[in-house]
């Protein structure tokens, strides 16, 4: 196939509170597949769910290979002037900082230096973050 889309029925106590719990597994056979990529995922995913699915991305990648996942990158969103109006990012639950701590997943946001960390320590060989207007990208190279 050129392009799969997966639906993943995850439980999200505001977006889907009826969907499964726990980390999910995305449903790829290991070193299968040469992209993964997501919009506006990690932007309601708090520190466990974002670590679960760049491990998943790193597992299913073929070598030479890589993820793309868009992020709030907090610096990136201070830097471009984002934040203060319309998001705030407020609180902190774990790494995340989050805009409402009644419904975390509604809104959350990582430093450069914890996705980087974090990516590297999945086993991606390389990772950076690069702003690209309100989201940034967060490049995982395995």
Not at 73 to 84: I, K, N, S, V, Y
Request: proline letters at 4%.
């Amino acid at each position: 196939d050129l392009f799969t889309f997966l639906h993943a029925d995850m439980f999200s106590r505001l977006y889907n509170p009826s969907g499964r719990k726990g980390p999910c597994r995305l449903p790829r056979p290991d070193a299968s597949v040469d992209l993964v990529f997501s919009q506006s995922l990690f932007t309601h995913l708090l520190e466990a769910d974002v670590m679960n699915y760049i491990a998943e991305s790193h597992r299913i990648l073929r070598r030479g290979k890589s993820m793309a996942m868009s992020v709030f990158c907090m610096e990136d969103m201070q830097r471009a002037g984002l934040l203060g109006d319309r998001w705030t990012f407020g609180h902190r639950v774990g790494n995340a900082y989050v805009e409402n701590l009644e419904y975390p997943e509604a809104a959350g946001g990582h430093t450069r230096g914890f996705l980087e960390r974090i990516t590297r320590e999945a086993g991606f060989t390389r990772s950076e973050v690069l702003p690209r207007g309100s989201q940034s990208v967060l490049i995982g190279h395995k």
